[in-house]
């Protein structure tokens, strides 16, 4: 019996150096630290979600795998596989990318006829080898006043965060996180003692306002 294959559609989109956020400040130790684990996700692309099959050689409905009987989708000369998925143009903080210029680079396994008709001669590395159509794109809307490295900067030099840092060393953080939510940038902060800090930077103005402080 031959190996049943799931080939998939992958799909992402990925900034070119024009397209980096500014970070903001460089700071020494604990705030330093607190910094990198807060704008980890502002760095990265969130990938399109939402793919949805518009092709007519599907089995069942997917056109992204293999047949219930372990055949194969033939597609023909002149016949198109097609998809569509939606692309918010976001961080994995959830907070708008900067404009600046991105690639969106789709890529989907294919097998050749011979291989296709003998599934156990199947090789993953080289008879998967997929097909890859890259194009690039301008994000000319959008964009944030203030990134996430800018809004860390605020925070940090906010006199209520530097003393709950004082007397909450990194030793002691069990959760930090940094979101963004309807012009707002969230920080939670939690210590194995039992501490809880919850902060809000206006993603215009700057201004820091503490929701919560316990040291």
Known sequence: MGRQLSPRWTLAVEP????APDHGLAWADDAGRLKARLVAGSTEVAPPVGLIDLDDLADGGNPLSCRSDRGFNVLGP????????????VDLLGAPLPRGSYVVRAAFPRLGPETALDP?????EHDLAPVVVERPISLVGGGLEMTAGQAVDRLLANPGTARWLAVNPERTWLATTLRWDRGMW????RTTSG???RLAVDGRSGSVEVLELDR
């Open 16 to 19: 070119d150096e024009r397209a």
């Open 78 to 89: 002149g016949e198109e596989l097609a998809s569509e998925s939606v692309w918010r143009a």
């Open 120 to 124: 156990a001669r199947i090789d993953r």
């Open 186 to 189: 969230l920080v939670e902060l």
């Open 195 to 197: 501490s809880h800090a």
